[in-house]
C-alpha cells in the first residue's frame, strides 16, 4: 500500500516493528483478531485515507475537513508511544445505530470500551475493507477537535461510502470517505466503532 514510503521507512523496518510488537506479548487467539494500527505520528491520517479501497476507488477526506490533522484523542483514550499497536476486539457498533455520538461516548465508556480515533478507523479499513458496507459505516468518535477558546468541535469523524453527490464529486461515487458529523445528530446508517483496549510494545 506504500504505507513504507510515507513514513520514510524501508519495507523490512515497517516489518520489523510489526515483528517486534508481536513478540513483546504473549501469542493468542486474540492477537488474531486485533488491528495493527499506524499511529498518525507516523503517517498523517489524511495521507493514509487516501490508501483506502473499496471496489478500484481511492479513499479520500472531504474538503471541509482540511484540519483533520487537528483532530486528537480524546481524553479517555491514551495512544500507545509506537509508530505501530494493536487495537483488540474491535466493533463497528452496529447496536447504537440511530444514537448521537454524544450519547454514544458515555455507554461505550460503560462497557468498558473506548471509540476508535479516526486513525485506528482507517487504519482498519487498509486491512478489511469489507467492514465498510452499504447502510452500515460508522463513526470514530475517538478522535476530536479542541477549540481555542475551550470545548470541543461540534464535528465528529465518520468513514462511510461515499454517494458521489455535491463536493465529494461524481467520480468518487462507492469510494470510502472520511467525513464528519454533527455531535448532536442521530444517523441511521453510522454505528460507533470501538475497542477494548490498546496495546503497544511491552
Known sequence: MGIPTLAGLSDDQLRAHAAGLLDSHDRSEQDGRAVLAVHPSLVPTARLAELMRREGKAGFVVVDMSDLADFAPTDDITLPDAPLYLVDDVTRGDDLLGWTPADAHPELTARGRTPLTISEGVSWLLQQPETLEPGA??????????????????????????????????????????????????????????????????
Open 137 to 202: 459505516c460508522f463513526m470514530c468518535i475517538g478522535s476530536r477537535r479542541r477549540k481555542a477558546a475551550g470545548g470541543l468541535d461540534s464535528r465528529t469523524p465518520a468513514l462511510w461510502i461515499s454517494g458521489g453527490t455535491g463536493r465529494d464529486g461524481r467520480e468518487n461515487k462507492g469510494a470510502p470517505k472520511l467525513g464528519w458529523c454533527w455531535a448532536g445528530n442521530h444517523h441511521t446508517w453510522l454505528g460507533f466503532a470501538s475497542t477494548a483496549g490498546r496495546r503497544g510494545p511491552a
